[in-house]
C-alpha cells in the first residue's frame, strides 16, 4: 500500500467519523458567548496578520495587492507632481545649486589651493539712477554692501567672500533669474 | 501605513471567511458538544475553546479545502469535550515517553505496505479516537507536531509518541491477522 492509498483510507475514515449533518436543532446562544466568539475573530485577525507579515514573500503577493499598490503608488506620485515637488540641479566650474520652486542653495566646489583672505576688493563701476549706499560692513574674508533706492525701497546687494568661507545660501529666486557671471 | 491597511483589508475578507464558517456550523457544534456534556454552558465553551484553538494557526484552518474544514473543527471539539470531561473525573491520560520517539516514521519506514484497504479501514475503526484524531491531522490535515500538539492541547511528545504507536500497532495487526 502506497502512502497516497494510506492518506485515502484516513480521509475516509475521517469522514465517516467527524461529518456531521445538517438537520440538528438550532441552539439560542447566549450573550455571553457570542461576545466571546467575536473576540476570538479579533484574535484571529490579529494573528492573521502577523502570519501575513512574517511569511508572504513579495514574488507570492496576489496580482490584485500588487495592483492596489501600483494604484496607491502612481496617486502618490500625481500628487507630488501637482504640489510641484522638483528640484533641479546644477554645477559650474566654481558653484554647485539645487533649484527648488521659491528658492536656490548655493554651494562653492574647488576650495582647495583658495586665498583665506580677501586680496583685492571689488566694487559695481556703475549704480542705477536713485541707488544710494545703505550699508557696508567688512572683515578679512568677507565684503558686504547694500546700495538702496529711497523712492521705491528696492535694493541691491553685493558681497564678496574667499570661497573656504562662502556659506551655503538659501538665495530667493521665486520671480526673478538666478545668472553666474565670469 | 498603506500596506497595512492593505492587510487588513485581506484578513477582513479571511476574517468574513472563518466568522462564515461558524455560523454555518454553529448548531452542528453544539450539538456535538450537548451530546457529550449534557450542559449548555459547557456546550458553548467547547465552542469557544475549539475555535480559540483553530486561530492559534489561521494559515493551516486556510490550506483545508472547505468541504473538509467541517471534520477538523469536529476534531478539535471532540478533543476540547474529551479534555472537558478527563476534568471533571480528574483522571490524566497523559503520560510522556523517556525517550521521545522518532516523528519522521513514515508509511514506508513501516511494513504497512502489506496490509490491505479492507484490513487497514477495519484497524482504523478499532483504533482509540486520541490516536486517530491525532493520525488522522498528521496525513490528512498535514499538521507538524507542533500544531498538532496546539489544537490538540496535548505535549509534542505525547503526539510523537501516539504517531508511533499507531504505526506499531498497525504492524502487530498484521502480523496478528497474518497467523
Given amino acids: ?182 | 501605513m498603506i500596506a497595512a491597511a492593505l492587510a487588513v483589508l485581506e484578513t477582513n475578507e479571511q476574517r468574513n471567511e472563518l466568522s462564515e464558517f461558524y455560523e454555518e456550523n454553529k448548531n452542528r457544534f453544539f450539538s456535538i458538544a450537548f451530546s457529550k456534556l449534557h450542559n449548555r454552558e459547557d456546550a458553548e465553551d467547547a465552542i469557544q475553546e475549539a475555535f480559540l484553538r483553530i486561530v492559534k494557526y489561521p494559515e493551516k484552518f486556510f490550506a483545508i479545502s472547505p468541504h473538509k474544514r467541517q471534520p477538523y473543527a469536529v476534531i478539535i471539539i471532540r478533543n476540547v469535550i474529551f479534555d472537558m470531561l478527563i476534568r471533571k473525573s480528574k483522571h490524566n491520560f497523559d503520560e510522556l515517553p523517556e525517550e521521545l520517539p522518532d516523528d519522521r516514521l513514515s508509511v514506508e519506514n513501516i511494513a504497512v505496505g502489506r496490509i490491505s484497504a479492507e484490513e487497514l479501514t477495519a484497524f482504523l475503526e478499532k483504533l482509540p479516537e486520541a490516536k486517530l484524531q491525532t493520525i488522522i491531522l498528521k496525513t490528512v490535515y498535514n499538521l507538524n507536531c507542533r500544531e498538532i500538539a496546539g489544537v490538540l492541547g496535548i505535549s509534542e511528545a505525547a503526539v510523537r509518541k501516539r504517531i508511533s504507536d499507531v504505526y506499531k500497532l498497525i504492524n502487530d495487526y498484521k502480523r496478528k491477522e497474518e497467523k
Fill in chain 1, 1 to 182: 500500500m502506497s502512502e497516497t492509498e494510506f492518506n485515502a483510507i484516513l480521509e475516509q475514515v475521517c469522514a465517516a467519523n467527524y461529518y456531521v449533518p445538517a438537520d440538528v436543532p438550532e441552539h439560542r446562544f447566549s450573550h455571553r458567548h457570542n461576545r466571546r466568539m467575536k473576540r476570538i475573530f479579533k484574535l484571529y485577525e490579529r494573528n492573521v496578520r502577523k502570519t501575513c507579515a512574517d511569511n508572504r514573500p513579495k514574488a507570492q503577493r496576489p496580482k490584485r495587492l500588487t495592483l492596489k499598490y501600483a494604484v496607491v503608488l502612481a496617486a502618490l506620485i500625481f500628487l507630488a507632481a501637482l504640489a510641484g515637488c522638483t528640484v533641479a540641479y546644477f554645477t559650474s566650474q566654481d558653484f554647485r545649486g539645487e533649484v527648488h520652486k521659491e528658492y536656490t542653495r548655493i554651494f562653492p566646489t574647488n576650495t582647495e589651493n583658495c586665498p583665506t583672505a580677501i586680496e583685492e576688493k571689488y566694487y559695481l563701476p556703475e549704480l542705477p539712477e536713485g541707488f544710494e549706499v545703505y550699508e557696508a560692513e567688512q572683515t578679512s574674508f568677507n565684503v558686504y554692501i547694500s546700495y538702496m533706492n529711497y523712492s521705491n525701497r528696492e535694493t541691491i546687494i553685493f558681497r564678496q567672500f574667499v570661497k573656504p568661507e562662502f556659506p551655503t545660501m538659501h538665495l530667493n529666486t521665486e520671480q526673478c533669474d538666478f545668472q553666474e557671471v565670469d
